[in-house]
């Protein structure tokens, strides 16, 4: 069954989801959409490259399943194979090493809006976190620019409880190669109980919410994990609570041309070998995978855009035309 819209589209024009998705089709240079498995993103980097490409730009895709393969099928990675299905620690490490540098590159050799890279962060058990933390690398200007945009997913209960049996469903009877890729409900499940364990840590759960394993899904806690993840980038919540007639589409069946960013073989075995220079032994690669959710504290003024509103420093602060942070100069010492 063809996507109704015209060139795959679904979201209707008079919705706000609409709005959002063509506001960021028209302005931004980089989008991400961080969150958990079962969320919406990868319809959502659907639906944003059918409009990005209809306005003329030229569509580039970061994406965990199609990255990944290319570090466990090179050499030093079939040293890492999945362990119960999970991806190894150190390709994880490696991936997110290696995108820094993919991203800055792309940048450097596609200036302009012309073309618009598209990718997916779930940031869970340090899948792609490394985009949301300050390093000093070529690659920082880039994420931290008021171009580039993350934009979480807030599904509501309703709709977040229908993205669950519809990726059950989608189990046993997939439309797309890659759907046999996706997370399964248990593994949502898993997810879920690891950013409450998360939440937790970083003091955005409440300490008398339950134990992890009873803990329903809450998408006042989800949200507000993600934006304390994201305190060092421009990123904006997108509440969403209406079901897009999906139900014969495949995320991944684009309609438009895309070019997926994905490492050389030789790219993904230099990053594998870096983390192995780093993390010298098994114990101290599952201390970066535990504590994938640490260094990550909004600074002072920091903006994170929710609706009509931001918030700054922990405050809320009116949302301006320009959400750039401003840079006060520093004061000159007297001599």
């Not at 990944?68 to 362990?83: H, I, K, N």
């Not at 993205?163 to 469903?169: F, G, P, S, V, W």
């Not at 593994?187 to 300490?207: C, H, I, K, M, S």
């Not at 339950?210 to 329903?216: A, K, N, Y």
């Amino acid at each position: 069954m063809p996507p109704d819209g015209p060139g795959g589209l679904l979201v209707r024009e008079e919705s706000p989801l609409f709005a959002a998705l063509a506001g960021l089709a028209r302005d931004a240079r980089l989008v991400f959409f961080a969150g958990l498995p079962g969320t919406g993103k990868s319809l959502l980097i659907h639906q944003l490259a059918h409009l990005a490409q209809a306005r003329g730009r030229r569509i580039h895709l970061l994406q965990w399943d199609v990255a990944r393969p290319v570090f466990e099928a090179s050499g030093p990675g079939r040293r890492y194979p999945l362990e119960h299905g999970v991806t190894h620690g150190v390709i994880r490490l490696a991936v997110g090493r290696w995108a820094r540098a993919a991203l800055a590159r792309w940048h450097a050799e596609r200036p302009g809006l012309a073309d618009l890279l598209i990718g997916e962060t779930p940031f869970v058990g340090h899948r792609l976190v490394e985009l949301a933390r300050p390093e000093r690398d070529e690659a920082e200007p880039v994420l931290a620019a008021a171009w580039t945009r993350f934009v979480i997913p807030v599904p509501s209960r309703e709709l977040r409880a229908h993205l669950e049996a519809e990726r059950a469903r989608r189990a046993g009877a997939p439309l797309h190669e890659r759907e046999r890729e996706d997370a399964p409900p248990d593994v949502l499940r898993d997810v879920w109980r690891e950013l409450v364990r998360a939440a937790r840590a970083l003091g955005v759960a409440a300490p008398a919410l339950r134990s992890d394993d009873d803990v329903p899904y809450d998408p006042v806690l989800y949200r507000r994990v993600y934006q304390r993840l994201l305190g060092h980038r421009h990123a904006q919540a997108l509440p969403m609570d209406t079901r897009l007639p999906a139900g014969g589409v495949s995320p991944y069946d684009f309609r438009v041309p895309t070019a997926d960013l994905v490492p050389t073989e030789t790219e993904a075995a230099r990053a594998i070998q870096d983390v192995e220079t780093r993390c010298a032994d098994p114990a101290a690669v599952q201390r970066e995978i535990d504590g994938w959710y640490l260094g990550m504290s909004p600074s002072p003024g920091t903006l994170i855009m929710s609706g009509d509103s931001a918030t700054k420093g922990g405050e809320r602060v009116a949302k301006g035309k320009n959400m750039q942070k401003e840079k006060k100069k520093p004061k000159q010492k007297k001599k």
